[in-house]
């Protein structure tokens, strides 16, 4: 048996790759365009693991799709890649549009190519996962109930819209051919692997090299924020037993302010890390600075996850508070991992960002 996932040398696809073959057998067919947020380095613990086949290629590819359904024939699809960073979706929209979209489109077509030939009861057991994001449901008011799986839509970004686009052709996909697919939409992630572009891991990165924290405009936008290891083992349980052609959300129950996450992440480093006395620098939190907001910023996401909860028994087991401090920890022995992907490219697009 073998599982197709895509995007497995990202943030999220790589944990996911490291954390199924911990607790399984099964191959994993590892489908990555290695763009700027893929790294090979990420998986390197596979390196040598005959249960987890690389192919360096686009999900676009229609000729490489067909050839790798053909060769492997998996029971199931995960699909993680995409362009996933707001900011650079705002700098240029056309990528996401590529790879989110018409990616996503021929990697169904590829999907429902190879299902529609399969023997009945194979047919009944294939799965198209699609993992999308709590973005597409738009902004709450700080007052509003969580987003839960019948919200509107209401894309903000172009990172959001492309995000929302897919998941409508997965849900046509089921309605229209019957593919039997799954989408889950979850919060904020962090942990280990993160590209240092994204809150969490730049702030953790900036500070170690006294460089100052960018705080986009208040700083009280909320986001849910869950440890990464606890989506992998949510997509885990919706891939077994989650309703063919439902839509379930993840998150962390745990929203907080971005100030708030970097007044906890500075603590943190505070203790771990002290700031040398012959520094100008008392506490990390002195490199705070609030700077030009993001276009456009969605205010507050928060998740109900009462449904995958109660449907499918899944909830996080990791606090904020002890997987932050797991994330730090992470990030400061694996220095080595942080300069192996600060290349000229992402040089080029802090300074673009925060010129
Ligand atoms: P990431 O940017 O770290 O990784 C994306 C991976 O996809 C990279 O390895 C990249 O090389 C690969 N990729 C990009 N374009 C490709 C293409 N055309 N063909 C093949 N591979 C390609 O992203 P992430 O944070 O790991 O997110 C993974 C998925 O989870 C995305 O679909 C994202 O929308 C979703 N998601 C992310 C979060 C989060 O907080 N990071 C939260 C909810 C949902
Ligand atoms: O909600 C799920 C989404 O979470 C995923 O779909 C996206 O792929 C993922 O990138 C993430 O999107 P965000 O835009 O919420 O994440 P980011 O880490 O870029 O920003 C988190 C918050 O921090 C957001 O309110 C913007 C703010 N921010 C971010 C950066 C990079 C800052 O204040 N300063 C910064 O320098």
Not at 165 to 174: I, K
Not at 228 to 235: F, G, N, R
Request: charged fraction near 25%.
């Amino acid at each position: 048996m073998t599982v197709l996932i895509t995007g497995g040398a990202g943030f999220i696809g790589s944990n996911f790759a490291i954390n199924w073959l911990d607790q399984s057998d099964e191959t994993i067919v590892n489908l990555d365009k290695l763009t700027y947020a893929g790294n090979m380095g990420n998986i390197s613990a596979l390196q040598d693991d005959g249960r987890h086949i690389f192919i360096h290629g686009d999900i676009e590819d229609q000729s490489l799709l067909q050839k790798i359904f053909l060769e492997h024939a998996p029971r199931a699809v995960i699909n993680f890649a995409a362009e996933s960073h707001v900011d650079r979706s705002i700098d240029g929209p056309e990528v996401f549009m590529q790879t989110n979209v018409i990616g996503t489109l021929r990697l169904l077509e590829a999907s429902r190519n190879h299902w529609k030939n399969l023997a009945e009861q194979e047919k009944d057991k294939f799965r198209f996962l699609h993992v999308s994001t709590d973005e597409v449901y738009g902004s709450l008011t700080p007052n509003a109930p969580p987003f839960v799986e019948t919200s509107r839509y209401e894309p903000n970004s172009p990172y959001s819209a492309s995000k929302a686009s897919s998941d409508h052709l997965v849900r046509a996909y089921h309605h229209t051919y019957g593919l039997p697919v799954l989408t889950t939409n979850c919060s904020n992630n962090y942990g280990p692997y993160q590209f240092p572009e994204k809150l969490i891991p730049l702030v953790i990165h900036n500070a170690l090299r006294h460089q100052p924290l960018p705080i986009y405009g208040d700083g009280l936008q909320i986001r849910d924020w869950l440890y990464v290891k606890d989506h992998c083992s949510a997509i885990c349980s919706v891939l077994d037993k989650g309703r063919l052609g439902e839509v379930y959300n993840i998150g962390g129950l745990n929203e907080k302010s971005n100030i708030d996450i970097v007044h906890s992440l500075c603590g943190i480093l505070d203790e771990l890390v002290p700031c040398a006395a012959d520094t100008p620098l008392k506490s990390y939190k002195d490199l705070i600075k609030f700077v030009k907001d993001r276009p456009g910023h969605d205010r507050r996401y928060a998740i109900d996850a009462s449904k995958i909860e109660h449907e499918l028994g899944w909830r996080p087991s990791e606090t904020f508070e002890s997987g932050i401090l797991k994330t730090v920890k992470w990030y400061i022995s694996n220095q080595e991992w942080v300069e192996d992907i600060r290349s000229g490219e992402y040089q080029s697009w802090i300074q673009k960002q925060y010129k």
